[in-house]
Each structure stands twice: as structure tokens, then as C-alpha cells.
């Protein structure tokens, strides 16, 4: 009898065998250096405690407070700022935190994404044309933003929930947040103290190796 021909092989899938599929922009955010990341985070709580002086020093004088499109391509850029920093920090431990994690990715990059629309419409509208600020009904996209707040909270999450992770890295996240709204220059010292972690510590835990002589017994 002939032996029948042999069956053509079957191509593999992307992801068979276990292997992570590449994403490159992903893989890219991973790779920022460490103390760029710090350096984004800790300018964006600059930025945040210059605004809160800058509108309370505007206030108390009685003056009008500055064009939108100047705020905006000036200390309003923490929005732009602190949530990529966390996306980018997110992204080194992305196949641990998993599905939680990637949820708190993608909710902080509403923020970013609603602060550049605003900003070229403002700089468009008020820079270019003299119109002054966006007006009110097309201020509402900015409450998108509140989805990225939830975002903060999930993403701490995650990183408690990371069990290589430093532990203070999920807290000082949302301490952060919440500080900048009670105390002046509140994000500052949440992420200034975050900042300490992350370039002490990393974003995982060095595990202790037993010393060969102790284990010999």
C-alpha cells in the first residue's frame, strides 16, 4: 500500500507556546529609565503645587486669572505628566498586575488624552483666534478626567495586590492623590516620598539569598 502523503504542518498562533505577543509601544514604556519616570512624577507635583500658588496668589490680589491656553500649556501639564509616569511604571510589571492593572492603565489615560484635546482647542480658540476661554458646554469633556481619578485607585490596587512589588508603592499612589486636595503641595510629598521608594527599591522586591554556610546544617 502507498503511503500517504505527509500533512502540511499547521502554522502556529501568535501566542502558542506561551509566549508573551509583542507590543511594542508597551515594550517601549517598560524601557523608560527609571529615574526618568521619577523625574516626570516629581515635575508633575511641581507643577500641581505651582498652580494651587499661582491661582491662590491671582485670588488674593483680586486679579483675573490667566488665559486658559497659558494654564494649560503651563502647570495644568501634571495632567499630562504624573498619568503617563504611572502608565509607564505600570508597564515594567504590566504581565504580573494583569487584567487589574491594564483596567487602571487604560483609565489614567483618559486624562491625558481629554488634557490635549483641551489644550490645542484652547490654544486654538484663545491663542490663535482671541476668543478667550472655552466656553462652558464644551468645558464638560474635561469630567472624562474623573475616570482617570478611578484609575489611580485601581492602579494602586493592582500594585498591592503585586506581590514583588515594594509594599509602599499602591498607598503612596493614592496618598498622593488624596494629600493634594487637603494640604499644600500635598502631591509633592505623597510622590516625592514615592519617588524615594522607586529609586531605593525599584519596582520589585530584591529577595534576601540565604548565605550557603547558614544553610548547611
Known sequence: MLDRPAAP????????????????LLDALARVPLPVVVVLLLVGALLAGLQSVWIGAVHSA???????????????????????????????????QR??????????????????????????????????????PFMYVELLGLISYAGIAVSAVAWMLDRAAPRLIGPLIVAGFV???????????????LAVVLLTKGVVRKTRVPDAAASVS
Open 179 to 193: 494629600l493634594n486636595y487637603i494640604v499644600p503641595w500635598g502631591l509633592m510629598v505623597g510622590y516625592g516620598a
Open 99 to 136: 487584567r487589574l492593572g491594564a483596567v487602571g492603565a487604560a483609565m489614567l489615560l483618559v486624562l491625558p488624552a481629554v488634557h490635549l484635546l483641551l489644550t490645542i482647542a484652547a490654544i486654538i480658540w484663545g491663542g490663535i483666534l482671541g476668543r478667550g476661554d472655552l466656553t462652558y
Open 9 to 24: 504542518a499547521r502554522p502556529s498562533r501568535p501566542n502558542e507556546g506561551g509566549r508573551r505577543p509583542r507590543r511594542p
Open 62 to 96: 483680586g486679579a483675573a486669572e490667566p488665559p486658559q491656553w497659558l494654564s494649560r500649556v503651563t502647570v495644568m501639564q501634571v495632567n499630562l505628566l504624573v498619568p503617563l509616569a504611572l502608565i509607564m511604571l505600570w508597564a515594567r510589571r504590566r504581565t504580573v
